[in-house]
Nanobody, 125 residues
Framework: QPQLVESGGGLVQPGGSVRLSCVASGIRLNFHSVGWFRQAPGKEREGVSCISSNGDSTTYADSVKGRFTISRDNAKNMVYLQMNSLNPEDTAIYYC??????????????????WGQGTQVAVSS
């Protein structure tokens, strides 16, 4: 069965950096756009970033623009989210999601075909 698995989360101090990874199995990720989402307790799920299937287009939420970078390595069936200059407001469970198709269409929505289980990122001193 198709599966996405996130990793790389943990505890980081304010101002620090973390790189999250998303690896796919059972699907060829090169045919999918991939989005990153996050959700904190009591808050709505927030779209963070999206990358097109071939990596030639990326988009970011205003809250993370300039601090986060999304990338992918289709040969490894993986997508990454590099997070720099972290602050406590970045604390959340981070999820990756894949959608069949080239472009990041309606990338903030819930129409993705596959979702990972999430990885916790806690930013605290």
């Amino acid at each position: 069965q198709p599966q996405l698995v996130e990793s790389g989360g943990g505890l980081v101090q304010p101002g620090g950096s973390v790189r999250l990874s998303c690896v796919a199995s059972g699907i060829r990720l090169n045919f999918h756009s991939v989005g990153w989402f996050r959700q904190a307790p009591g808050k709505e799920r927030e779209g963070v970033s999206c990358i097109s299937s071939n990596g030639d287009s990326t988009t970011y939420a205003d809250s993370v623009k300039g601090r986060f970078t999304i990338s992918r390595d289709n040969a490894k069936n993986m997508v990454y989210l590099q997070m720099n200059s972290l602050n406590p407001e970045d604390t959340a469970i981070y999820y990756c999601a894949a959608k069949f198709g080239r472009a990041c269409v309606s990338w903030r929505g819930r129409t993705y075909d596959y979702w990972g289980q999430g990885t916790q990122v806690a930013v605290s001193s």
